[in-house]
């Protein structure tokens, strides 16, 4: 679909009450025929402050901090396959955390998805500041290379460049229940609410259990999860709080609301861990609460690839 066509079906949809996801077929059936297994499903988490962190480092330049990563073999499998955080006051993570990503992600040439621009916007700010350091790290041309074949740069797409799922939501998938938005936090809940596929496979304990889908942070996890109504309830209200145990806290350490629950307060804190003051305890838990919902944003990537392929195969 054109974004026209796109804004006319949402009208349509409105005037005929018709409460149905459109799903273009064809369209998507095509686009999976060229992906190669084990399909890999990363998220970043980053930071930008005024005040750098660092030395020699800029006002608003790139922090790249933390990343998921998921995993679809060919038989379907599903696994939380990696991450990486680093959090540690004074240390530029930028060249860490895309040393780790390399890692992962080159021991195979599966298709990489992103949701949206997030990911390749700071791909490309890292391979802009490893060109133009005055001290680079050893494997700099590494480094480089490795960001040039998954990213695309000033129009240039490596071989292995990112999918990006949310320009496929706005080409092939439109559901009422997102009213409108294209981002994950909306498709996913309105995928999960009209996909007896995912909602019979993660309604069951699976998730991180042992002879279930294999999970970094999570044990016997059920991510589908029923309101008085019937409808699923949104798996990011289901995120954990920080502390659990009426720890009395000695700094407001994320937001007045104690959880992470988007990437605004996974920046800030990030930012409190840089800055403030605090106990192993606290930081440990913070961490802990990063780790859980970055995992969860790559594992939405993967609940809205699953119920895609449900699609298809009813089809």
């Not at 804190?269 to 403030?276: D, E, I, L, T, V």
Request: a negative charge; aromatic letters at 12%; one cysteine or more.
């Amino acid at each position: 679909m054109s974004n026209s066509e796109r804004q006319w079906l949402q009208a349509e949809k409105v005037k005929n009450d018709d409460s149905t996801a459109y799903f273009d077929l064809v369209g998507m059936k095509t686009e999976m025929d060229r992906w190669v297994f084990p399909l890999h499903h990363i998220d970043f988490e980053t930071a930008r402050v005024a005040i750098p962190f660092n030395r020699g480092r800029k006002p608003y330049e790139a922090i790249f901090f933390q990343f998921s990563h998921h995993t679809i073999l060919e038989d379907g499998t599903v696994e939380h396959a990696g991450q990486y955080i680093n959090a540690a006051p004074g240390e530029f993570p930028n060249y860490e955390s895309v040393r780790e990503l390399k890692r992962q992600l080159e021991q195979d040439n599966g298709t990489v998805f992103r949701y949206a621009a997030h990911e390749n916007t700071y791909l490309v700010e890292v391979y802009k500041q490893l060109q133009s350091d005055p001290a680079p790290p050893p494997d700099q041309d590494d480094l480089c290379r490795f960001i040039e074949s998954i990213a695309r740069i000033e129009g240039n797409e490596g071989p292995r460049c990112m999918v990006d799922m949310c320009d496929l939501v706005k080409k092939y998938y439109y559901d009422p229940a997102t009213h409108g938005s294209n981002s994950i936090k909306s498709v996913l809940p309105a995928i999960l609410n009209s996909s007896a596929y995912l909602q019979n496979k993660y309604s069951k304990p699976i998730y991180g259990a042992v002879g279930g889908l294999k999970s970094l942070n999570y044990k016997d996890w059920s991510w589908v999860q029923f309101n008085q109504n019937g409808t699923v309830k949104e798996p990011y209200y289901l995120l954990p709080p920080i502390f659990e145990d009426g720890i009395e806290l000695s700094v407001d350490l994320v937001s007045d609301a104690d959880d992470i629950r988007e990437g605004g307060a996974a920046m800030i804190a990030y930012c409190r861990m840089q800055f403030s003051e605090m106990s192993d305890y606290e930081r440990e838990k913070i961490i802990e609460a990063l780790l859980k919902y970055c995992e969860l944003d790559t594992l939405a990537m993967v609940m809205i690839c699953e119920g895609w392929r449900a699609m298809l195969d009813e089809h």
